[in-house]
């Protein structure tokens, strides 16, 4: 009787270990998914941001393509009612 209750109590103290083993790895486990996670959220953040800030440059740059385009056409514009009146004065000196 002896013999049966030692070899019971090493075999609960190997499963004591081995459990006490076991929750170590869960927790060192736990800590890398948390590390993890929390880098993932860092990384997801920081993603966010620089998309937000590159939507905002793009729309400045949006609205500078704007205004520089309407600028082109209106010195376009008047180069061209410039040359016209050129041309229509040139004719006109020519005929008298």
């Known amino acids: ?3 049966h209750r030692e070899a019971a109590s090493d075999a609960s103290t190997k499963i004591s270990r081995a459990l006490i083993g076991v ?5 060192r486990i736990q800590e890398q ?4 996670a929390d880098t993932w959220r860092e990384a997801r953040e920081s993603f ?3 998309r937000e800030r590159l939507a905002q440059e793009r ?3 949006e609205q500078s393509k704007n205004w520089h385009d309407w600028f082109k056409l ?3 514009s ?3 009612v410039g040359l ?5 004065s040139l004719l006109t000196v020519n005929r008298h």
């Open 1 to 3: 009787m002896a013999d």
């Open 23 to 27: 929750d170590r790895l869960a927790e």
């Open 33 to 36: 998914l948390q590390r993890g």
């Open 48 to 50: 966010v941001l620089e």
């Open 59 to 61: 729309a400045k740059l």
């Open 74 to 76: 209106g010195t376009l």
């Open 78 to 80: 008047l180069l061209l």
């Open 84 to 88: 016209g009146i050129a041309i229509g």
